[in-house]
T-cell receptor, first 116, second 117 residues
Framework: DVKVTQSSRYLVKRTGEKVFLECVQD?????MFWYRQDPGLGLRLIYF???????EKGDIPEGYSVSREKKERFSLILESASTNQTSMYLC???????????????FGQGTRLTVV | AQKITQTQPGMFVQEKEAVTLDCTYD???????LFWYKQPSSGEMIFLIY????DQQNATEGRYSLNFQKARKSANLVISASQLGDSAMYFC??????????????WGLGTSLAVNP
């Protein structure tokens, strides 16, 4: 069974803290994505990576950075957490070329981050 | 302008009945793909069905089918014989351009479906 695993389901952090959200996939996928999901705003792409050490900005990269040192792991970093980064964060992966359907993505279970 | 529009914030359906969730899209690219995902309360996004812009037939996957009307730019999801486990948020998404690497999806805001026993 395919698996995308996010390190935490729930996380509470203080304003100004450096926060790491980890995502690991066991499908040997080239592409990995980080989204945030907010009520009324849907899913918004933060960053994605199509190869090790490669990254591209999504629609809302401000306040975030990413790291992909190994193919299976894609980390999202909040350099200095702020309350407006309280959200649900979803990681996804897809194979090279996007899979049979073009961009079929497999998602993790999500991390609900609260910044206080 | 919204590229993916889901006009129904919430829907109710009786168990064992069919339900249609609406999705309209906007693109000038002749090659694109349309996706539906389900997100139960547990949070994980689950891929349901895909329709390519050049596919001649409407996509079907078990109880899910996609009513693809290209001229109207609509890609409605039909769930037949609803089950209680179908209660979830449903998202429509689009890939603009042909399938390939480095492609991202454009998402709708979702429709919340509740299946009544």
């Amino acid at each position: 069974d395919v698996k995308v695993t996010q390190s935490s389901r729930y996380l509470v952090k203080r304003t100004g803290e450096k926060v790491f959200l980890e995502c690991v996939q066991d499908m040997d996928h080239e592409n990995m994505f980080w989204y945030r999901q907010d009520p009324g705003l849907g899913l918004r792409l933060i960053y994605f990576s199509y190869d090790v050490k490669m990254k591209e900005k999504g629609d809302i990269p401000e306040g975030y950075s990413v790291s992909r040192e190994k193919k299976e792991r894609f980390s999202l970093i909040l350099e200095s957490a702020s309350t407006n980064q309280t959200s649900m964060y979803l990681c996804a992966s897809s194979p090279y070329g996007g899979g049979a359907s073009g961009t079929e993505a497999f998602f993790g279970q999500g991390t609900r981050l609260t910044v206080v | 302008a919204q590229k993916i529009t889901q006009t129904q914030p919430g829907m109710f359906v009786q168990e064992k009945e069919a339900v249609t969730l609406d999705c309209t899209y906007d693109t000038s690219d002749p090659s694109y793909g349309l996706f539906w995902y389900k997100q139960p309360s547990s949070g994980e996004m689950i891929f349901l069905i895909y329709q390519g812009s050049y596919d001649q037939q409407n996509a079907t996957e078990g109880r899910y089918s996609l009513n693809f009307q290209k001229a109207r730019k609509s890609a409605n999801l039909v769930i037949s014989a609803s089950q209680l486990g179908d209660s979830a948020m449903y998202f429509c998404a689009m890939r603009e351009g042909p399938a390939g690497n480095n492609r991202k999806l454009i998402w709708g805001l979702g429709t919340s479906l509740a299946v009544n026993p």
